[in-house]
């Protein structure tokens, strides 16, 4: 089933390789942010169905955003993906600890981020 995503990620070819994993692989509608604060603006209007989230982004990083997604009572049920090249375990955990629902190291192959979309948009949905 088709989901709206929104990705928020400053690297255009991320952004790129990403769109076009998510619409190839799922038909997914994937709308694009360029930092947080584009991304926070973005999610409170689209309520997409799940976040991909940069973590290194300028103006503000995926955690502050993630702080913010959180304490929104207009976004604090929306699923968030973590997408970053920082891959040590203690980054991953600092990620969910904040309440990321996923997390996924850069580089990564399509098939797995479509699958992990799938899976915590149905786990969030119940």
């Known amino acids: 089933m088709p989901h709206t ?3 928020i990620e400053d690297e255009p070819d991320i952004q790129t390789v990403v769109k076009f994993a998510l619409e190839a692989t799922g038909g997914h509608n994937v709308i694009v942010a360029d930092d947080g604060l584009q991304g926070l603006e973005v999610a409170r ?7 991909l989230l940069d973590v290194m982004m300028p103006r503000m990083d ?13 976004t604090n049920t929306i699923p968030v993906i973590f997408l970053s ?6 980054d991953v955990d600092a990620g969910l600890d904040l309440g990321a ?9 399509s098939r797995t981020l479509s699958d992990e ?3 915590i948009v149905r786990k969030a949905r119940g």
Request: aromatic content about 4%; hydrophobic content about 40%; cysteine-free.
């Open 45 to 51: 209007k689209e309520q997409p169905d799940v976040i």
């Open 62 to 74: 995926g955690h502050e955003l993630l702080r913010l997604l959180k304490a929104s009572d207009k």
């Open 85 to 90: 090249a920082k891959a040590q375990q203690k």
């Open 5 to 7: 995503i929104l990705l």
């Open 101 to 109: 629902d996923g997390y996924l190291t850069k580089p990564f192959d």
């Open 117 to 119: 979309v799938e899976a």
